[in-house]
């Protein structure tokens, strides 16, 4: 099973601060199949990133995926009140796997 | 609209059985892999079984081989997911979700909560 750790646990930033998110495999992701997720309290996760670097439809372009093998890195350019939420990443690859989540909240 | 609507969550005993369902709408759920994916109290994500779109292979994870079964009604449109032997880890919202390969899970239900408590 491929185990994905993700850090920092919790992350305190400010809106329009930069935001970066890292995600590591135990080996390394098939086809880069890593996807980000975010989720708020009481609604269902919502696709960001797929294929470690292609933003699902929607998601505006200040999100983007970086990285391949064994590392991947979620970035928010600017951070919006919006985005401040519960953020879990994911390897789709060799059957499926999420990271244990990074929470961002505003500091 | 591309929706998926799950149902059949509420309370059981330990040892208990609990069969959940998701009614899917705006696309034909045979033609994509899906999964069931849990989320226990206050915890992070948990993929629990998967089926094919096209040949209907299952799979499962570790935690639940051999007390779960996937399956689907094409005629319905519809996911479902029997629980059997269930215990209180067990414990959590379940969504429903679309696996849109390569895009992953795009299309996510709401969830339905199931509580394993005596």
């Known amino acids: 099973e491929t185990v994905l750790t993700q850090s920092p646990g919790t992350l305190s930033l400010s809106p329009g601060e930069r935001a970066t998110l890292s995600c590591r495999a135990s080996q390394s992701v098939n086809s880069n199949y890593l996807a980000w997720f975010q989720q708020k309290p009481g609604q269902a996760p919502r696709l960001l990133i797929y294929?470690?670097?292609s933003r699902a439809t929607g998601i505006p372009d200040r999100f983007s995926g970086s990285g391949s093998g064994t590392d991947f890195t979620l970035t928010i350019s600017r951070l919006e009140p919006e985005d401040f939420a519960v953020y879990y990443c994911?390897?789709?690859?060799?059957?499926?796997?999420f990271g244990q989540g990074t929470k961002l909240e505003i500091k | 609209e591309v929706q998926l609507v799950e149902s059949g969550g509420g309370l059981v005993q330990p040892g208990g059985s609990l069969r959940l369902s998701c009614a899917a709408s705006?696309?034909?759920?045979?033609?994509?892999?899906m999964s069931w994916v849990r989320q226990a109290p206050g915890k992070g994500l948990e993929w629990v079984s998967a089926?094919?779109?096209?040949?209907?292979?299952?799979y499962y994870a570790d935690s639940v081989k051999g007390r779960f079964t996937i399956s689907r009604d094409t005629s319905k449109n519809t996911l479902s997911l029997q629980m059997n032997s269930l215990r209180a880890e067990d414990t959590a919202v379940y969504h429903c979700?679309?696996?849109?390969?390569?895009?992953?899970?795009?299309?996510w239900g709401q969830g339905t909560m199931v509580t394993v408590s005596s």
């Open positions: 294929g470690a670097s």
């Open positions: 089926i094919g779109g096209s040949a209907g292979n299952t």
């Open positions: 705006g696309f034909t759920l045979r033609r994509y892999d």
């Open positions: 979700a679309r696996d849109n390969v390569p895009e992953s899970f795009d299309i």
């Open positions: 994911q390897q789709y690859g060799n059957s499926y796997t």
